[in-house]
Structure formats: structure tokens, C-alpha cells
């Protein structure tokens, strides 16, 4: 593994906080410097971008994720969505002196859910310093094409979650089943930046979430390698 994503205190990771009450910046750039390990970014689905952001860019800069807002009508979806980005503006100038970037994550029955919204989003902001968070899990629920959830989002794609539809260790790459060679041949298609996470939801024994995200690192090797030959 290359970087790293510290969360705040959401489904019991208070990792962040830790990190601002017990480390610090220079304390985080120590620690990471020692495993060997850089700062990609900071989940701040509770807390807030703001909370988090003078620690992030003394920390050296990246990206930090949230959330969107409230699922809407289809019909009312280009005015929220354009409204949701002109609130983000303070947020992005925030970035900007921080060294970061804001990246919103899809979710079910939320405004940045469908590829529909993708769509709207792109087209509407302008700002290089917000862009999407891809889950992957969230458009498999809706029967959709990962592929092209990615190469909607293009340029502005900066955080990718590699993270499937399946239930407990099955999440992750390489231990479920989905295939996810054409997901990284469109992020290399579409010059992705950042780095692809494996992710899960739950609490598996150290040695076993050890385990398991080794042969998740591993497969995504493999599956960059392969899908460069297709």
C-alpha cells in the first residue's frame, strides 16, 4: 500500500480525531514517513471539511470526502444539483488555501446518486477543486455500469472506493466476485489521479482484514496489468 485515507468519527472511526488531539500535522507526517506511507485524504462524513481542513493542509494537502445531500425528483434534479455546488464554494476557496481537494461521494437516496446526477454534476461545476468520491457499491444497487459511472465523472474523478455489492469480506476486490478488470482499464482510460481504495464496511479480526486486503492489493495489481492489454 502507497497512501492512506483517515476517517473521522463515522461508523466508529475516530481515527482523525486522534490524529488532531494526539499527533498533529508534523506528528501524522512523522508516523506516515515512518511506515512509509503518504496522505491521501481525510473522510470527513462527520465533522465536516472545515473542522479538518487547516490539519489536512499543514499535513502536506489532498483530498477530503463527504456526502451530498437529500435524494430529489428527477425533474428538480439540475437546480438542487446546481444549488448543492454553488454552496460548495466556500468549501472549494477553503481547499484552495489548504493545498486540498473536496470530493463528494455517491450514495443511495442522495442527490449524488444515479449516472443521471453524475451528469449534472460534471456539467455544472467549474471548480478544479471539487469533484466526486466514486463508490462503486452504490451504483451496482441500481444496476448500473461502474465503467460508465467512471468515465461520466472523467477529470473530475478523485477518489475511487474499490468496494462491491456483497455482503462482510465479499466488499472487497478479489475476495468477491465482481470483476473489476474493466473498472481500472477506465480509470486509466480516463487518466485517473488518485489512488484506488480497497474499502469494506464492518469490523474483521485484524489478522483476518490483514489477510484479506493483501490478496485485495494484490489483485488490483493484477487486474491493472491485465486490463492494459485489453
Not at 454553488?86 to 493545498?99: S, T
Request: proline share 5%; net charge positive; aromatic share 10%.
Amino acid at each position: 500500500f502507497e497512501a492512506i485515507d483517515i476517517w473521522s468519527a463515522h461508523q466508529g472511526c475516530l481515527h482523525l480525531d486522534d490524529v488532531a488531539k494526539r499527533l498533529g500535522a508534523e506528528g501524522l507526517k512523522t508516523l506516515l514517513a515512518k511506515h512509509n506511507l503518504k496522505l491521501f485524504a481525510f473522510s470527513v462524513y462527520s465533522g465536516g471539511y472545515e473542522r479538518y481542513a487547516e490539519l489536512l493542509g499543514k499535513a502536506g494537502g489532498g483530498v477530503a470526502v463527504r456526502g451530498s445531500g437529500p435524494a430529489c425528483k428527477p425533474e428538480e434534479l439540475t437546480a438542487r444539483m446546481r444549488q448543492f455546488i454553488e454552496g460548495l464554494k466556500p468549501l472549494a476557496e477553503l481547499a484552495e488555501k489548504n493545498n486540498s481537494y473536496l470530493a463528494i461521494e455517491n450514495h443511495g437516496n442522495a442527490l449524488l446518486c444515479s449516472l443521471d446526477s453524475f451528469k449534472a454534476f460534471v456539467d455544472i461545476n467549474t471548480s478544479p477543486r471539487l469533484g466526486i468520491a466514486l463508490a462503486p457499491y452504490h451504483i451496482q444497487t441500481q444496476k448500473a455500469s461502474v465503467p460508465e459511472a467512471i468515465r461520466i465523472c472523467g477529470r473530475q474523478l478523485m477518489f475511487f472506493y474499490a468496494w462491491q455489492h456483497y455482503p462482510d469480506s465479499k466488499q472487497l476486490p478479489g475476495v468477491g466476485p465482481t470483476d473489476m478488470k474493466p473498472w481500472i482499464k477506465a480509470l486509466a482510460d480516463v487518466r485517473y489521479r488518485g489512488y484506488v481504495n480497497p474499502f469494506m464496511h464492518g469490523h474483521l479480526e485484524p489478522d483476518v482484514m490483514s489477510a484479506n486486503l493483501k490478496k485485495s492489493r494484490d489483485y488490483l495489481k493484477d487486474c491493472y496489468r491485465k486490463s492494459m492489454k485489453m
